[in-house]
Structure formats: structure tokens, C-alpha cells
């Protein structure tokens, strides 16, 4: 195992609009699960088990006013940093996992389970430690009770040293490098920086999951992924009551004194997370925000993900699954904002599973591809319509095409688009992006954005697809499509039509009088 790539951890911009933005992404998902299978992780931190107790509630103790569990069935996973190295081996990404277990019965279990998911243990077995258990006892379906066996003590020193001399032995041979800290001991201030310089010295970016409020045993990192109570901790053990002009709200306690607390918007998020990144020598912060959705902040930039909505049954290991999915990611080498944004999907598939539930990388793509109405929609990218005119060739369709901005749909469009749909079996519309609507219309068109254009084209029953062109014309996109009919509207003459020898058959269709988006705009101006 040689490491195949350089990370790119910065924000991308490269795509003109949203919509081709994740049209694009959507593609390169498939490039990507390749890529992933020659990436190699290391993750180092505390490794836990979690013991899942289900059972029956029918009756409450006579001893105490607690349920009684019936036992039914038992289940065991992994956990802590155990779960990230699950998650980033589900994706498809080869994995060493470093830690300490103790030398017990639940150390065996672990070491058990990791070799049935193929993750390679880097770590040691101790003696002197205890293998941390978290039990959770579930009745009808909802946690009664959670209880912990663990050491949460720093390792003893022999430990730390033949720990560090395991991962200098493998740091070598991996892409990216992993800090699960979940403040039991493994992420020590010596083995935290040890391992961050051992990264930096072989051109590893570092990725964190942090704990603690000091982040100075962080520093030099390429990226941590604070939630944002973490990052709120951290800010103020950091300003020690200075609010160092951030929008902060002080709340008296009742000693008297001032509690600063961190106001949970973009801006605030920014502030704090780049103050902390001066301080600690830290690349980017990544701060998962509950309903808020992620907020990534680099040097430079800020971009803020929405919270994917769907029905939350367990946060357990949400955290852990935007760690493991954004770690898998960098190593394959995809740039930062596309992995975060991906990273954010994988969570709320996580959420909607009971436990710590490991998410494969098809569930991703799946939820992707829901979420943004690609898949079966009929709004399409050039590579798309392709295959579907492919489709349509076969079955030896008429394929009619016609283009415009169709900036407010209004009755002159669709009686147009009616009579040019009439003329074959197939409906594709080119449609004019925003900044190509802006240079053909001037300053203020479009009214309605080009993906918001597209889905009301999209929604009419007589269209089968609708493709966003940047240039002025559609010359190259006819030039694809080589339609059977090419219409235009209004007083053209077909000699003058861009594209019109590309198409079998060209056809100009009147516009309906009285109707035009530029009166509808003047009467709406006059209004006012």
C-alpha cells in the first residue's frame, strides 16, 4: 500500500451553477468508488465496544419504579474509533486501526469483529486496562437504560511508547491519518502530536474528531470536525472571557459571573472556528450544527451544507459516519467541499438507523440521487441525454428540440411548446443558463434561477428533458442531439436558425400575441 494521492482541502467552486454542480458530482460518484478501493486509512483512538441488550417491557419492578426487560436477544458492535474504522472500511477504503484494548473477554470480541469487517488492528492488547463496554438496554424499541465499563485514565507510559512505535511502523503506508478522540485515554497530548507531526512529515493530511477543549494537542492539523457545542468549549477555554469582537451572548451564572456562549449562526461559527485555526495552526474547521446543518471554514471561505431531512431514529455514531465518510473521501483524493457534502448524506442515512449503524457507499450514492431529483428527473446534464437519446434512437423516435430562457412560464410559452411537442415523439428543451440569460435579456433577468426555470419546464407533461447550455446559443447542444425536428419561435427564417445543420427538419411556430415575460415584468414594475 503506497499512497496514490494528494488531497485537495480546499472549498471548489469550479462549476457555474448549483444544479451542475451536483448533476457533475452525481458522475464522478461512480469515478469516485473506484478510487476509493486503492486508498488507505489509518485511525487512531479509543476503541470501544457496544453491547446492545433488546428485550420485552410488560410490567414495572415491584422493587423500584423501573421497567422490567425480558431479555430477548443480544448484538455487539464496534465502537468509538472502532465504528469510524467500520465505516471507512464500508466504503470500500483498505484500514489499520490503532488503540488499545484491554487483555480481557470484551478485548478478544473486538478483535474478533474487526477481523470479520477486514480492518488490519495496529494496536496493542494491555493488561493494565480494561476494554471499554458501552450496554445499552433497549425496551420497545427505546433505550431504558445505558451503562459504561471503561478506564478513561491516561495509558500508562510503556504503553504510550510501544503504541507510537506501532504507528511510526505503519504511517508510511497509508493516505490519510485519523485522531478519534473520545477522551479515554489513547489521544494523549504525546501521542496526538507525535502522530499530527509524523502525518505532516510524510505530506499526510490529519483529520480530528476532538474531545477536548484544549485544542492545542490538535495543533497542525489539516482538519477537525467539532460539533458545535465542541467548538463553543473550545472557543472559550481559548478566549478565557475575551470575546474578542465575536457575537457572542453573555449569560450571568449564578456566581455573578460571565458565561460566554456561542450564538449557533454561520457567522458566529466562522469567527470562532477561524480564531481557533490561528491559534492551533489548523487548516479547516468542519462544525456539525444539528438542525443547522455543517459549517466548513477554511482560511478563506466558508460554506455552510443544509441538514439532509429525514426521520431520525438514532443519532448514535452520526458523528463517527461524517468522520469515516469525509477520512475515506481525502484519501481517495476527492476535493473538500464535494466530501463534505457527501460526508453530510452519509449522516442522515446514519440517523435513520437504529444503533451504530455502518453506511455503504451505494446508499450514499442512492441518497444523493434522491435528495437532488436527479436520477428520474427530467432535467439532464449532456452525458444523460445521451444515453436516453440512445434509448429513444433505438425505438426509433422523433426527437423535436427548441430552446429558449423561459424566464416566467406564461400561456404564450406553453402554447408554443404545445405545437413544437405535436411535431415528433420526444420534447427536448435547451434553456439558456443565468449568465446566459443575462447577456442576452441585460442586468436583472433572470427573474427565476436556471435549476427553478428548469423544474417548472420539467413539470409539464409534454416535455421529456430539459438541458441547462451556458453559451449564448445552442449551437454545440443541437450539434449533440441532431434532431429530427429543430423549432424555433416567432418571425425567424429557417436559413437564419443556429444549429439548423444538425436537424433533419426545421420548423418555425408563431408566438401567441400579447404575451411576453417582458410585458409581464413591465406590469408588475407598473404595479408597485
Known sequence: MTKSFVVDCK?????????????????????????????????????????????????????????????????????????????????????????????????????????????????????????????????????????????????????????????????????????????????????????????????????????????????????????????????????????????????????GKSVIKLINTEDSVREAARALMKRYDIANVLVTRSEYGMTLVTADDCCTFKAIARSVYDVSGAGDTVVATLAALLAAGVNLKDAVDISNFAAGISVSHAGTYTVSYDEVETAYDEAHDITDSKIMNISELQKKLEKWRKLEKKVVFTNGCFDILHAGHVTYLQKAAAMGDVMIIGLNSDASTRRLKGDGRPVNSEYDRAKVLSALAITDAVVIFEEDTPYELIKVVKPDVLVKGGDYVPENIVGREFAKEVRVVDFLPGHSTSGIIEKIQESQ
Not at 474509533?81 to 484494548?101: D, E, F, H, P, Y
Open 11 to 255: 472549498i471548489q467552486n469550479s462549476e457555474s451553477n448549483e444544479y451542475t454542480r451536483w448533476s457533475n458530482l452525481q458522475m464522478r460518484l461512480r469515478e469516485i468508488r473506484n478510487k476509493l478501493q486503492d486508498a488507505t486509512c489509518l485511525i487512531v483512538g479509543d476503541i470501544m465496544l457496544d453491547l446492545y441488550i433488546y428485550g420485552e417491557v410488560g410490567r414495572i419492578s415491584p422493587e423500584a419504579p423501573v421497567p422490567v426487560v425480558r431479555v430477548v436477544r443480544e448484538s455487539v458492535s464496534l465502537g468509538g474509533a472502532g465504528n469510524v474504522a467500520a465505516n471507512i472500511v464500508g466504503l470500500g477504503v483498505q484500514t489499520m486501526l490503532s488503540g488499545i484494548l484491554g487483555d480481557d473477554y470484551d478485548g478478544g470480541r473486538v478483535m474478533s469483529i474487526l477481523k470479520e469487517h477486514n480492518i488490519l488492528f495496529e494496536g496493542i492488547q494491555s493488561p493494565k486496562r480494561n476494554t471499554t463496554v458501552k450496554t445499552r438496554i433497549i425496551g420497545r424499541n427505546q433505550q431504558v437504560v445505558r451503562y459504561d465499563r471503561e478506564d478513561v485514565d491516561s495509558i500508562a507510559y510503556e504503553d504510550e511508547v510501544s503504541l507510537l512505535q506501532q504507528i511510526e511502523e505503519q504511517i508510511g503506508r497509508c493516505n490519510m491519518v485519523v485522531l478519534s478522540d473520545y477522551k479515554k485515554g489513547v489521544c494523549s497530548q504525546r501521542v496526538s502530536n507525535a502522530v499530527i507531526q509524523g502525518a505532516i512529515k510524510r505530506g499526510l493530511p490529519v483529520l480530528v474528531d476532538p474531545k477536548e477543549m484544549n485544542w492545542e494537542k490538535y495543533h497542525g492539523a489539516t482538519i477537525l470536525t467539532p460539533n458545535f457545542k465542541e467548538l463553543s468549549e473550545a472557543y472559550e477555554f481559548y478566549s478565557a472571557g475575551d470575546a474578542a469582537n465575536i457575537s457572542l451572548q453573555k449569560d450571568s451564572s449564578a456566581s
